[in-house]
């Protein structure tokens, strides 16, 4: 018995090894192919956390945008309200109209004649006229200062003006402040999108280097690397850098808005001037009139529009970088030792010259400031930032015409708030009219409410225009393009070698070839997240 077992054990034990070898093959393979699951699971779900985290640090850095806007807002609307005061004109009206109302009574007591219908008429209109601005708008905290200051001081009385010249005035100056307002709100809004989001992605991709840098299975403990060399430096993650980068928005609160409110008056005097307070006009004539107005500023064609420069408006010039930081407290007083400007980066290494030893560190140190700033303003000339930004102009002129002058002017139902369901067609926005002294106070108070509402009705329609979140989705990805975040060591990898700035990179090689290859990679990411 025993004999046979072994004789057959013998005659099949070539089979039993090749049955062995395919169990433990199988066996194998089963084992790698559950690795190779696993893996897969582990990096789907670090994928979705890691996309998870991207979004949610983009709509965080969107909100802070928000934030930021209504913080800086009031600084410019001081300084356009003190610039345009309103409200001291509709003083020296009311002070005219009680001085003609004092006369008028004493003639009245002087005489029993039956007074004519034309004057009296005249006079109503002006009072009705004078009620509104008193119903309709209010005196800054700013200028109740000035005012009273001025009377303590016994300041020099303004020159005489007459009845039509101050109405002429006030119909200027309420224009051109509501107006430069609104061209304010929507250029600080696009600024200040630029700046956080060129943050916000830096800060993110800085903080994703040096995580991928870092071994998972490695238990020291890394101590954070200050030196030049660090990936925060590199990426210019840098708590002064950010600081002196985002002080850059003081040009556009104070210097800026200047510039625009000189072209949007010249506009206003073309188009408005020749109107009479008095004349009635129907709600489109205005709606006409106010984009005739935005044609001068910002361009009569598309191709005006396109080209128009807005650069000079945000940033300012070189030559008055360091006047930018003076200003905002973020350079002491200037000397004579110091450069003008911020130096650009060297773009390859060469020969030490006597005074490049004393430089070094302030080249080293301003480098990732101007390659901010650089990007900032190749963002700004790019065709993208006009088409936002005439998509934010006309969310919120249409906000003042087609909703808070059509209801308090015209006294016609908001559009956003009419029921779906109407018995009788709304044939009244065709005929309806208002005199363009009742449009002046509804554009008075305004401009308070373009400034310092709250909650601020223009901000949050700007908040409505999803090709905003569009353009800021653009610059927080625009140079790392994370589509799929497959392997990510891959990609960090090239991003460790590239530099951040693609701008830059071109610039380095090719040189006046920086504008339309720059141009061309926006307008990529911008169709892929458009989708158009």
């Known amino acids: 018995m025993i004999n046979s077992t072994r004789r057959w054990l013998r005659r099949n034990q070539t089979n039993f090894a090749v049955g062995l070898g395919v169990l433990g093959a199988g066996y194998l393979a089963g084992q790698y192919a559950l690795s190779k699951i696993a893996e897969a699971r582990q990096r789907m779900s670090e994928d979705r956390v890691a996309k998870e985290n991207l979004r949610r640090r983009f709509q965080q850095n969107q909100e802070d945008c928000t934030i930021t806007v209504l913080a800086l807002l009031p600084t410019a609307t001081e300084n356009v309200l003190e610039t345009w005061p309103v409200e001291h004109i509709t003083q020296d009206l009311q002070q005219k109209r009680a001085e003609r109302l004092g006369r008028s009574a004493g003639t009245l007591d002087a005489s029993s004649a039956i007074p004519s219908s034309g004057p009296s008429s005249a006079t109503d209109d002006d009072g009705r006229s004078l009620a509104s601005f008193q119903s309709g708008s209010y005196v800054h905290t700013s200028q109740m200062a000035a005012s009273d200051s001025l009377t303590a001081e016994a300041a020099p009385p303004r020159p005489t003006r007459s009845k039509a010249q101050l109405w002429n005035d006030l119909k200027i100056t309420s224009i051109t402040r509501a107006f430069t307002l609104l061209y304010t709100l929507s250029l600080l809004t696009l600024l200040t999108r630029i700046q956080l989001n060129l943050l916000g992605r830096r800060n993110y991709l800085a903080s994703v280097v040096s995580m991928a840098s870092h071994s998972p299975q490695d238990p020291t403990i890394g101590l954070e690397n200050l030196d030049d060399d660090s990936v925060e430096q590199t990426y210019g993650n840098d708590f002064e850098t950010n600081r002196k980068f985002l002080t850059f928005s003081w040009w556009l609160l104070h210097r800026g808005w200047r510039e625009v409110t000189d072209k949007v008056e010249t506009a206003v005097k073309t188009v408005f001037g020749p109107l009479n307070p008095r004349e009635d006009l129907p709600l489109e004539k205005l709606s006409a009139l106010i984009l005739e107005v935005r044609r001068k500023v910002e361009g009569a064609t598309a191709e005006e529009r396109r080209t128009h420069k807005w650069l000079p408006y945000l940033l300012p010039p070189r030559n008055q970088e360091e006047l930018v930081l003076r200003e905002s407290g973020m350079l002491k007083s200037p000397s004579k030792s110091q450069p003008t400007t911020i130096p650009s980066p060297p773009s390859s290494p060469t020969a ?43 969310t919120t002129f249409s906000h003042l015409t087609d909703h808070e002058i059509r209801t308090d002017a015209y006294r016609l139902p908001d559009p956003g708030h009419m029921p779906r369901v109407q018995e009788i067609p709304d044939l009244d926005s065709n005929l309806a009219r208002a005199k363009l002294a009742a449009i002046l106070a509804v554009v008075t108070k305004q401009a308070h409410a373009i400034g310092n509402g709250v909650p601020n009705k223009y901000a949050q329609a700007i908040e409505g225009v999803k090709e905003l979140e569009a353009f800021a989705a653009v610059i927080y990805s625009s140079q790392f393009e994370f589509e799929a975040l497959g392997d990510a060591r891959t990609e960090l990898a090239k991003l460790a070698k590239e530099p951040l700035g693609r701008t830059e990179a071109v610039a380095e090689k090719e040189g006046p070839g920086v504008v339309g290859a720059a141009t061309d990679m926006f307008e990529n990411v911008w169709r892929k997240v458009t989708g158009s």
């Open 352 to 394: 030490e010259s006597p005074c490049s030893s004393s430089s070094s560190s302030s080249s080293s140190s301003t480098a990732p400031l101007r390659r901010l700033l650089d990007e900032t303003a190749d963002l700004i000339d790019s065709p993208p930032f006009t088409q936002i930004l005439t998509l934010l102009l006309d």
